[in-house]
C-alpha cells in the first residue's frame, strides 16, 4: 500500500491531529511519535485504495459511509499506544469526537458502542 506521511502545521481542520487526502496523511508535528494517530491515518489511506475512484465523493456525501470509515479508522487507532494504554478513555474522547465533528447526527453513546 503506498502513502506518503508529512508532519505540518498546516492542517486546516483546527481540532483535528491528523488529516488524509488518498494517499497522503498530514500530522501535526507534536504527534510525530504518536504511533496510534499514525495508524488512524494509514486506515484512511486503506479505506481510499479500497476504492480510489469513489471514496472522496461517498466520505463527503454518505453519512453512513463516513461513520463506517471514522468508527474503522478509531477503532484502529484504540490498538496502538498510546490509545492503547487508556483505552476506556481514549474511546470515550473518539465517541466524543465522532458524535459533535463529522455531522453524523448520531449521538456520544452511540459512537462509544461502535468503537470495538
Same mark, same amino acid.
Given at each position: 500500500? +503506498?502513502?506518503?506521511?508529512?508532519?505540518?502545521?498546516?492542517i486546516k481542520n483546527n =481540532?483535528?491531529?491528523? &488529516? *488524509? %487526502?488518498g494517499w497522503h496523511i498530514k500530522i501535526l508535528?507534536?504527534?510525530?511519535?504518536?504511533?496510534?494517530?499514525?495508524?488512524?491515518?494509514?486506515?484512511?489511506? =486503506?479505506?481510499? %485504495? *479500497?476504492?480510489?475512484?469513489?471514496?472522496?465523493? %461517498? +466520505?463527503?456525501?454518505?453519512?453512513?459511509?463516513?461513520?463506517?470509515?471514522? &468508527?474503522?479508522?478509531?477503532?484502529?487507532?484504540? =490498538? %496502538?499506544?498510546?490509545?492503547?494504554?487508556?483505552?476506556?478513555? +481514549? =474511546?470515550?474522547?473518539?465517541?466524543?469526537?465522532?458524535?459533535?465533528?463529522?455531522?453524523?447526527?448520531?449521538?456520544?453513546?452511540?459512537?462509544?458502542?461502535?468503537?470495538?
Open positions: 500500500m +503506498y502513502y506518503k506521511v508529512k508532519y505540518t502545521d498546516k =481540532r483535528a491531529e491528523c &488529516v *488524509n %487526502w508535528p507534536k504527534y510525530k511519535g504518536d504511533v496510534s494517530v499514525l495508524k488512524h491515518g494509514l486506515q484512511h489511506v =486503506r479505506q481510499f %485504495w *479500497n476504492h480510489p475512484f469513489t471514496h472522496a465523493l %461517498w +466520505y463527503k456525501y454518505s453519512k453512513r459511509y463516513r461513520l463506517q470509515c471514522e &468508527v474503522e479508522a478509531y477503532s484502529e487507532q484504540l =490498538r %496502538w499506544p498510546p490509545a492503547c494504554d487508556d483505552t476506556m478513555y +481514549y =474511546r470515550g474522547c473518539f465517541a466524543r469526537f465522532i458524535s459533535t465533528t463529522y455531522n453524523l447526527n448520531i449521538t456520544e453513546d452511540k459512537a462509544y458502542g461502535l468503537l470495538l
